[in-house]
């Protein structure tokens, strides 16, 4: 019930396409779901976030859709550039007494060719 | 400034050595995280600290000791590890202010034990 699944493992889109990652909780406790852009070497930065009253939100080229009844959320990105080319993840997290226990997905990694 | 600091950024240790990881932030977070990831994986969950004090503990190894001196700085103390002990360990911050938070990472410090 703690897990978070992620699709694809890894995804090579082209310059300009559209990159749709995947994931899907079980434990309904989960009211946080962000969004985490990972390249090599570097620590995990934050994309875009959503709470399960919303179901969809757009920051410039990212979109997160979210499906609460089927416990099921998307990462979409718009006009892809090469330099989105990185491991992307996916979270969940009960809100617990002010803490945040954040529960990844297991990642994917993005190519985007020029 | 959303910074989370740590150092050191790479740090090699023999199985008998101690060690510490350092991490600090002036975001004024009240809750911090100790994070453990290995190559190709997502990160996993060690200890969250809650206004200073130890609220989740993951059933990590008494071999790694965290600690909180104050509420911008945590420790990760290090002593007798194994060298499966490898890998990227990530420092994170999140804000109690109402419910619309996020976790900071800092950069890692990727650890070697040989």
């Known amino acids: 019930q703690q897990q978070v699944k992620q699709s694809p493992q890894s995804l090579i889109v082209q310059k300009g396409g559209i990159s749709i990652i995947n994931c899907a909780y079980e434990n309904t406790a989960f009211d946080y779901f962000p969004w985490y852009q990972q390249f090599p070497g570097k620590g995990p930065a934050l994309l875009i976030a959503?709470?399960?009253?919303?179901s969809e939100k757009k920051e410039g080229r990212f979109t997160i859709s979210f499906n609460k009844s089927a416990k099921q959320f998307s990462l979409h990105i718009m006009d892809s550039q090469p330099g989105d080319s990185a491991t992307y993840f996916c979270a969940a997290s009960p809100y617990t007494s002010g803490t945040y226990k954040y529960i990844f997905g297991t990642g994917t990694r993005l190519k985007v060719l020029a | 400034d959303t910074e989370v600091t740590q150092t050191p950024k790479h740090l090699v240790m023999g199985m008998t050595n101690k060690k510490s990881l350092k991490c600090e932030q002036h975001?004024?977070?009240?809750?911090m995280y100790w994070y453990k990831q290995k190559a190709k994986k997502p990160p996993e969950l060690m200890f969250v600290?809650?206004?200073?004090?130890?609220?989740i503990n993951e059933s990590v190894p008494s071999r790694f000791s965290p600690e909180c001196p104050n509420s911008s700085l945590l420790n990760l103390h290090l002593h007798a590890l194994q060298p499966e002990d490898s890998a990227l360990y990530l420092c994170?911050?999140?804000?109690?202010?109402?419910?619309?938070?996020?976790?900071?990472f800092g950069q890692g410090t990727r650890l070697t034990v040989v």
């Open positions: 959503i709470r399960p009253d919303v």
């Open positions: 975001m004024g977070h009240r809750a």
């Open positions: 600290y809650s206004y200073e004090k130890l609220s």
């Open positions: 994170a911050s999140s804000s109690y202010r109402g419910l619309d938070t996020e976790a900071f």
